[in-house]
Each structure stands twice: as structure tokens, then as C-alpha cells.
């Protein structure tokens, strides 16, 4: 098999209503409706990175401790947007009523990234990450 690009991703949203206010109004996600309570964009600027992150790891980045917390629900997915400026961001969604997760911080690895569980469940970031804006794969820190 020879997979060319990640060709699409949707959230599978219970509440498509509150799923679509939040991607499409608290994001500003370019989404239009497709069918009934479909919405989607083509052509959209793709996919810069694809992994499987095992959730010890994801509940280091967001909570400090390998465990994930028990009162929080466990996502089944991350998505993250590149943004100019990742605090702004977050202070956007923290004005629109949003919980964070946790705040603009930088990684170890030197994204810069605030988090929040989007209403389906996903594991969302707003980020800022240099190698993806650099030419050469060498830049990466």
C-alpha cells in the first residue's frame, strides 16, 4: 500500500449543533454544510503530522503526570491548529466560555501549544511549531 496523504479527518460529533458552533464559530474554520448537518472544507492546507501518541504521553503534555486524570474524559484523538500567536488563541477561547486544558506553554520538543478538549471529545491544540515552517528538516530542535 503507498498512502499518498491524509485525504480527510472529521470529529464524530453526538451534538453535530455544538460540534459545528465550536469548529466552525469559536475556530473560524472555513466549513460549509455539505448535507444536513455535514459540514466540511476541501482543498483546506494539509496535514503536517501524523502519529499515534500513546495517552501516558499525552497526559504528561497536558497534566505533568503520566496518569490521566479520572474526572476528565479520555480523548480518542488530538488535533491541533498552527495559529499566528497561541496565546491569543487561547485567551479567544478561554473569552468564548472554553475551559483549557492548560495555557499557551512551550514542550520539551519546542512547540508552543494550549489545549482544550474539543465537545466530542477530541484533544484539541492551538499551536505555534517552527520546523513546520522551516525548509529544511535539520531546523527541527
Known sequence: MDILFVAGFAPIAADPATAIAFYRGTLGLPLETVSGDYVAVDGFGGTKHLGVWPLSEAAQSCFDTPEWPADVPIPQASIEFEVADVA???DELVAAGHALVHHARTEPWGQTIARLLGP???LVG???TPWLHSTSDTDRA
Request: aromatic share 0%.
Open 120 to 122: 466530542e471529545g477530541l
Open 126 to 128: 492551538v499551536c505555534h
Open 88 to 90: 491569543a488563541a487561547a
